[in-house]
């Protein structure tokens, strides 16, 4: 069985740092490209960035590409978000998500919640 468990978020002050991470049971992380997504309060949960399985491609959406940056260990099965320099408009939870073949997301974490106050 598959499963994501991210953990790192937490309540923090605008331009502090956080690094969020993502877990992967159950499969390679090797063979499954990651996506971070977030879902900030009232609003659809929206695409931050992914990494592809060799991790050669990584991309995090503009305008948090500077900000935030996508890691994995291998040894670790875990993916990495990296924020810095963290804004109230960053205020989410935080998703990780797996895709498996190529076809889409079908694993989901159960969402850890970043808190950033002015």
């Known amino acids: 069985q598959v499963s994501l468990v991210e953990s790192g978020g937490g309540l923090v002050q605008a331009g502090a740092s956080l690094r969020l991470s993502c877990t992967l049971s159950g499969r390679p992380i090797s063979n499954t490209a990651m996506g971070w997504f977030r879902q900030p309060p009232g609003e659809d949960r929206k695409f931050v960035g992914g990494m592809s399985r060799s991790a050669t491609y990584s991309l995090v959406k503009e305008p948090l590409r500077g900000r935030f940056t996508i890691s994995r260990d291998e040894d670790k099965n875990t993916v990495y978000l990296q924020m810095v320099n963290l804004k109230p408009e960053d205020t989410a939870i935080y998703y990780c998500?797996?895709?498996?073949?190529?076809?889409?997301?079908?694993?989901w974490g159960q969402g850890t919640q970043v808190t950033v106050s002015s």
């Open positions: 998500a797996g895709d498996p073949d190529g076809e889409g997301y079908k694993y």
